[in-house]
Structures are given as C-alpha cells and as structure tokens.
C-alpha cells in the first residue's frame, strides 16, 4: 500500500503490527491467488514486500515451494521470519533485507508483489522487473489500487488506472491474465480498521515511547488517513490482484 512521509518504516511498523494479510484482501481472496498461480512443490517463489510473512509462509505450507521475500522494513522482515520458524518451513522462506530493485533474480517459477509495487516505482515498472525475474513457464501475480469505474485517475492523492487499464497493462508487457481476485468494501473496512485499532493501542501502551518522539504526528497522520478512506477512498478507489503468464505468440 501507498506509503507516508513521516519516517515510513516506523509509522508503517506500528500502524501495521496487528495485521496479519498486509492488504486489503481477505484470507479466502489470497488463497484463490493461490490456486490461479498453481505453485507445485519444489518451485521457487520471489515475493516482492512481503511484509510480515503471511502470503510466503502460507505457500510454503500449503503448497510445499521455497520462497524468498524481498523486503526492505527490518521489523516487518523479523515478523516474517519467526512466522516461517513458528510454522516449521524456516528452511524453505529467505528473507532478504534491502532495496527490491537491487535484487537480481532470474528465471523464477512464480513471482508475486502484492501491495507493494512501490518498491519498484509502480506498478509499470514493476511488471518490467518481475517479467524480467520470471522464467519460461512462470507466472505472476501483482497486488494493486485502481480507482473505481467512471471516477477521477487521481483519488486521495492516489493517481492510478482502472482495472481495465491494470488488465491491459499486462498485455503490453507480454503477460496474458489468467485470474483476479478484487476486495471488498468488507475486505477494506477490516484492513483500515486493524490500522485504526494498531495505533490506539500503541499510543496507549507507550504514552511517552522514547523511539518515537513524534506520537502527535502519528496520531494526526492515522486519524487524517482516516478521515480520508471514509471520505473518498472507501467509495472510489478499489484493490485488485491480477494473475498471469507470459502470453504465446499468436
């Protein structure tokens, strides 16, 4: 999701510590992701921002692949990787802290970046970079905001397409979609809730948190963001993830 300017990697570890799926996507929704990509035991993964763990263990538990996840928020990454001990697959999930565009990866059997197509300048440049990363029978699956039919490109400080623009941006990268999976309001109402209820009890339990001498700007920036989903977003922007392959040539 989109980030903010207060020092980012704090605000986002807080506002998102009580979350489980780090987007607005319920836990049917992410499995259903799951079966469109069809991930075969023994293939690898490459997550790009996978947060606190969920999706990456969830497929290595279910479907038996190895995952490494890229991801750039060191609180984020240790959530990640005591999920995967806690569910015994430590062995089969990598996570590697750093900048996603600075890892190189090449022919990959699925490749996913859901929610965070930030990290690779959008999500144009990140369908180049996990084609790139994505080998001869490989799919892909990207996590994105899109403004709802017939409203303004621009939402909330959101500029994004529509779906059918996401839909036809794969085709330009040689992608044919395959699968989608869409949130609901009730999808996005829980996920925007879980931010409201992280804070409150963060600002309750560290009324004088020495790590994070601006608790007023945290404050202020969580009920703005709030205001602004229940305004605007809630009715006019949506979050989809689009799955796919590489297209044959007609």
């Known amino acids: ?44 993964v490459l997550d790009v921002g996978g947060g606190r763990g969920w999706w990456a263990v969830d497929l290595a538990v279910r479907h038996g692949v190895s995952v490494t996840v890229l991801e750039i928020n060191p609180d984020f990454a240790d959530a990640a990787r005591r999920r995967a001990a806690d569910a015994g697959v ?8 750093g900048p996603a565009a600075e ?28 084609t790139q990363a994505m080998g001869a029978g490989g799919r892909i699956a990207i996590g994105e905001i899109h403004v709802a039919a017939g409203a303004p490109r621009e939402v ?5 397409d529509d779906l059918a623009g996401l839909a036809a941006a ?3 990268h040689g992608l044919e979609l ?3 999976v869409s949130s609901t309001v009730a999808d996005w109402d829980h996920y925007e809730s879980q931010h409201w209820a992280s804070v409150a009890d963060w600002t309750q339990a560290h009324p ?14 969580s009920h703005h963001h709030r205001d602004v989903y229940l305004r605007e977003m809630r009715a006019e922007l949506g979050w989809s993830v689009l799955v796919g392959r590489r297209a044959h040539a007609a």
Do not use: K
Request: aromatic share 6%.
């Open 1 to 44: 999701m989109a980030r903010c300017a207060l020092v980012e990697v704090n605000y986002f570890s807080v506002v998102e510590s009580g979350h489980e799926q780090q987007n607005p996507c319920s836990v049917d929704g992410l499995r259903r992701v799951a079966g469109y990509l069809d991930p075969q035991p023994g293939e690898r």
């Open 208 to 221: 004088d948190h020495p790590d994070h001498p601006d608790r007023a700007e945290l404050l202020r920036l």
């Open 103 to 130: 890892h190189h990866a090449r022919d990959t059997d699925i490749v996913t970046c859901l929610g965070a197509s930030f990290a690779l300048d959008g999500s144009g440049p990140a369908l180049a970079w996990m």
């Open 170 to 172: 794969f085709g330009a």
């Open 156 to 160: 909330a400080g959101h500029e994004a």
């Open 90 to 97: 430590a062995d089969r999930v990598e996570v590697v802290v």
């Open 178 to 180: 395959t699968g989608l």
